[in-house]
């Protein structure tokens, strides 16, 4: 069960972050002042991704939920950390970002630490 | 000249660790404060969303939910003023400061193996924060 909800959690952030990060860059730069924030929830209402991002960050929220009752804070925490491998793979392959080989060491040493922790 | 611009840069520095000391307190407040009211919840969450409504309304989950959406807001705040490849590897200590918490409070068993997971986490998510930013921005 606790394979089911870390899973969840991390596929619902990792497309939460890649939908926003997708679809800001096409939004253009945001400030994080009071207007600059309004602007932002504007954005937000207007971008049917941005809504979908959302709606994945309140699932990955709901699951984080679920997970803290039945596992460890010790546990939880640390392996909402395996969206980094995920999103380290599919920002190169879905953003085409460039991945160099500092961030790649990062998201393998990470999946240790993920295995690691579950084992 | 020069020593206004080295005076205000002083300030700028200062006001971003001060957010950043604020965003790890919030974030460790908020996960504690989670934590401790779903551990202390009697229903257990289903795929239904009734029983995480109903959880919401519990005040420490409450405090959890408010906790951390204001980490989010001072995460983007932070961002305003330092580096992401500065925040990403800073930040990444709350992993540690969550296991500490778990163990302290809520009296987890933290084995060694756990531990050198944890801070194999803080390294990898360090490094791939480092590595991760598109352009320098520089502290105000």
Known sequence: MKWILVGLMVVATVASDLLQSYEMKRAGEHSVGARGLLRLLGTIARRRYLILAVACMAVSFFSFMALVQVEPLSFAVPASAASFIFETLLAKLVLHEHVGVRRAAGALIVLCGVVLLGE | ?140
């Open chain 2, 1 to 140: 000249m020069t020593a206004t611009k080295e005076k205000r840069q002083g300030a700028g520095i200062l006001r971003a660790y001060a957010v950043l000391a604020l965003f790890i307190a919030l974030k460790a407040v908020g996960n504690l404060s989670l934590a401790w009211g779903m551990k202390h919840f009697p229903q257990v969450m289903s795929a239904n969303p009734l029983p995480y409504l109903r959880a919401m309304l519990d005040p420490f989950v409450a405090l959890g939910i408010v906790a951390l959406i204001l980490a989010l807001l001072t995460r983007m705040a932070l961002f305003s003023l330092a580096d992401l490849s500065f925040v990403l590897p800073v930040t990444a200590v709350g992993y540690i400061i969550a296991a500490f918490l778990g163990k302290i409070f809520l009296h987890e068993t933290v084995t060694a193996q756990r531990w050198t997971g944890t801070i194999l986490i803080v390294v990898g998510a360090a490094l791939v924060g480092s590595g991760s930013h598109k352009t320098e921005i520089e502290i105000e």
